[in-house]
């Protein structure tokens, strides 16, 4: 007889959230329809809410107010007295930490979708913020295997120094869904798809594990951060060169030694500094300018996961 690594209970309490963002428009435009007719999200025996979560942002069709909602959760924020004089979005971050946390708390979501958009080259891409969840990695893989033949990546944002503190890390198992390429501020219907699909098939996995569906071990593909790069700059901080029309759109593939990244104003090309190939992502990500990050290099790492199903089975 197969044994199985049992989840402590099925998942009752899930949440979609768009416009974390409020320019990245598929996830608030996929939520607000789902609130007006939830019919397609919505799975027996499961709790499915879906959420503006910067309803400012989104009104202004900006990324935030203040400052960035996705990045504002760490317990020293969260745990700030309330009063106005604090910035609007860790303000809104300790009301959906009310509504779906506390977080790391036994009454907090279990699961929280956060839709986003990116103008890189991205595609479809789940994010992923702990490597040793099985029951998340199950998710992927299934995820993944819906979609093909469309290919959708796995980002993998566990790094000993960088710390992200997004908005869905409040939930037992936080899901990042980024869909791309997309301008800020603009709806397209090949992206809406995608995302769409992704979270219908997030959902049916949910709904096939609280059946009790057992899901042998499994192996993912997934792309683990290692650093981000900014631009060169010149003395007085300003950016002095821009992406390499080699690198431009390239997000996923491989990056060797030596290979063009940047191009400076003045026509000289400037080489990748690594001593071995890595893997870009948010390549000229628009957001991030103002990150000082002109991409991110990941490296390629395999990921296992035991078999799981449903306690209650």
Same mark, same amino acid.
């Given at each position: 007889? !197969?044994?199985?690594?049992?989840?402590?209970?099925?998942?009752?309490?899930?949440?979609?959230?768009?416009?974390?963002?409020?320019?990245?428009?598929?996830?608030?435009?996929?939520?607000?329809?789902?609130?007006?007719?939830? /019919? $397609?999200?919505?799975? /027996?025996?499961?709790?499915?809410? *879906?959420?503006?979560?910067?309803?400012? /942002?989104?009104?202004?069709?900006?990324?935030?107010?203040?400052?960035?909602?996705?990045?504002?959760?760490?317990?020293?924020?969260?745990?700030?007295?309330?009063?106005?004089?604090?910035?609007?979005?860790?303000?809104?971050?300790?009301? #959906?930490?009310?509504?779906?946390?506390?977080?790391?708390?036994?009454?907090?979501?279990?699961?929280?979708?956060?839709?986003?958009?990116?103008?890189?080259?991205?595609?479809?891409?789940?994010?992923?913020?702990?490597?040793?969840?099985?029951?998340? #990695?199950?998710?992927?893989?299934?995820?993944?295997?819906? @979609?093909? *033949?469309?290919?959708?990546?796995?980002? @993998?944002?566990?790094?000993?120094?960088?710390?992200?503190?997004?908005?869905?890390?409040?939930?037992?198992?936080?899901?990042?869904?980024?869909?791309?390429?997309?301008?800020?501020?603009?709806?397209? /219907?090949?992206?809406?798809?995608?995302?769409?699909?992704? +979270?219908?098939?997030?959902?049916?996995?949910?709904?096939?594990?609280?059946?009790?569906?057992?899901?042998?071990?499994?192996?993912?593909?997934?792309?683990?951060?290692?650093?981000?790069?900014?631009?060169?700059?010149?003395?007085?901080?300003? +950016?002095?060169?821009?992406?390499?029309?080699?690198?431009?759109?390239?997000?996923?593939?491989?990056?060797?030694?030596?290979?063009?990244?940047?191009? !400076?104003?003045?026509?000289? !090309? +400037?080489?990748?500094?690594?001593?071995?190939?890595?893997? *870009?992502?948010?390549?000229?990500?628009?957001?991030?300018? $103002?990150?000082? $990050?002109?991409?991110?290099?990941?490296?390629?790492?395999?990921?296992?996961?035991?078999? #799981?199903?449903?306690?209650?089975?």
């Amino acid at each position: 007889m !197969t044994s199985f690594h049992v989840a402590e209970e099925p998942i009752k309490k899930v949440a979609v959230f768009g416009g974390t963002h409020g320019n990245e428009l598929t996830g608030v435009f996929l939520v607000k329809h789902w609130l007006e007719d939830g /019919a $397609e999200i919505q799975r /027996a025996g499961l709790e499915v809410k *879906p959420f503006i979560s910067n309803p400012r /942002a989104v009104k202004k069709c900006s990324r935030y107010i203040d400052c960035d909602l996705n990045r504002v959760f760490d317990i020293e924020n969260l745990g700030k007295n309330r009063s106005e004089d604090l910035p609007y979005e860790v303000r809104r971050a300790q009301e #959906i930490n009310h509504l779906f946390g506390p977080k790391d708390s036994e009454d907090a979501y279990d699961v929280i979708f956060d839709l986003h958009n990116t103008t890189s080259n991205m595609g479809c891409t789940l994010i992923l913020e702990d490597s040793k969840s099985d029951f998340l #990695i199950q998710m992927f893989h299934y995820i993944k295997t819906s @979609l093909a *033949p469309l290919p959708c990546y796995v980002y @993998l944002i566990e790094h000993h120094s960088l710390k992200y503190a997004t908005t869905r890390s409040i939930a037992k198992y936080p899901v990042g869904i980024e869909v791309g390429p997309q301008p800020q501020g603009v709806l397209r /219907a090949d992206i809406l798809d995608q995302m769409r699909k992704m +979270i219908k098939h997030a959902l049916d996995f949910i709904q096939h594990f609280n059946e009790g569906k057992a899901f042998p071990p499994c192996a993912i593909e997934v792309y683990k951060i290692m650093e981000k790069v900014d631009y060169p700059r010149n003395e007085s901080g300003d +950016i002095a060169a821009c992406i390499h029309p080699h690198l431009q759109d390239q997000d996923w593939k491989p990056l060797t030694p030596g290979a063009p990244v940047f191009l !400076t104003f003045d026509g000289k !090309t +400037i080489p990748l500094d690594e001593g071995c190939t890595v893997y *870009p992502v948010f390549v000229n990500e628009a957001a991030y300018y $103002e990150k000082k $990050e002109a991409f991110a290099k990941t490296t390629k790492i395999t990921l296992n996961a035991g078999s #799981i199903c449903s306690s209650l089975h």
